[in-house]
Structure formats: structure tokens, C-alpha cells
């Protein structure tokens, strides 16, 4: 009957510490849509010709989609380079210059981050940027 009470003790405590625990996690960890909010402002820097249609953030992997608007509907080559060059520079300067980015992707982490455009009537990818670890230095 003694081994009765005490099982009942250590259930209750293990009920009570996972419970901890969930609550711990929900309040110290930012919640999908914060993260979202943070991470629109800081790749769109509220420029309304930039807009963050896609998010995502899973086991490893964080991915999203810009879509950058007064480009026009069809662009030539010439200008798709161009924009290919200037985009690129500015995603690898955004995700290296935030030190939490860079250290996430050091972690052995990913951000994927589509380019695309939203002057198009069907959805038209530019380009995709993806980092790794090393892909900062």
C-alpha cells in the first residue's frame, strides 16, 4: 500500500512538470506569426513595392517568398539579370548581416528565400537563394 502513495506522488509530479514545461515552451518560444511579422519587416523594410506572400518555418528550415511589384508583367532577359544581381545582393547582405540568421544557419540550419514576380499573372519565380553553413563568410 506504501509503494501505492508514492507512485501517486511521482505520476502527479510528472504530470505536473511536463505541464511545466508546455507552458514554458508556448511562453519563451515566439509563435509562428511573430515570427512572420519580424521577419516581413525586416526583409521588406515596409517598401510597398516588396511583399512577403509566403512563410514558413519547420524542424530546420525557415522559407519564404518575396514578391517584388512594379517590375512589369513580362520581363526580357536583360532585365531579369538585373534584377537576378540586385536581389541577390541584397537577400545575402539582409540574412548576413543579422547575427541570429547567421547563427541559425551556422547551427546547420537553412533559409530559403524565393524571389518572385508579382507584377506577373501567373506566378513567376525569379530566382530562389538558399543558405547553408559557410554560406556567410
Not at 511579422?37 to 512563410?55: L, P
Amino acid at each position: 500500500m506504501v509503494w501505492k502513495k508514492h507512485l501517486k506522488k511521482i505520476l502527479f509530479f510528472l504530470l505536473a512538470l511536463n505541464i511545466g514545461r508546455m507552458a514554458y515552451n508556448d511562453l519563451m518560444q515566439p509563435s509562428q506569426e511573430e515570427l512572420k511579422t519580424s521577419f516581413e519587416q525586416y526583409f521588406t523594410e515596409n517598401d510597398d513595392r516588396i511583399k512577403m506572400t509566403y512563410f514558413h518555418v519547420d524542424k530546420n528550415t525557415v522559407g519564404l517568398a518575396l514578391e517584388l511589384s512594379g517590375i512589369g508583367e513580362n520581363l526580357d532577359s536583360n532585365d531579369k539579370t538585373k534584377i537576378k544581381t540586385n536581389s541577390g545582393k541584397y537577400i545575402k547582405d539582409k540574412v548576413c548581416s543579422d547575427a541570429q540568421l547567421v547563427e541559425y544557419i551556422n547551427a546547420g540550419n537553412y533559409v530559403s528565400i524565393d524571389i518572385r514576380n508579382g507584377d506577373s499573372y501567373r506566378l513567376e519565380n525569379i530566382m530562389n537563394l538558399s543558405f547553408s553553413k559557410g554560406s556567410c563568410v
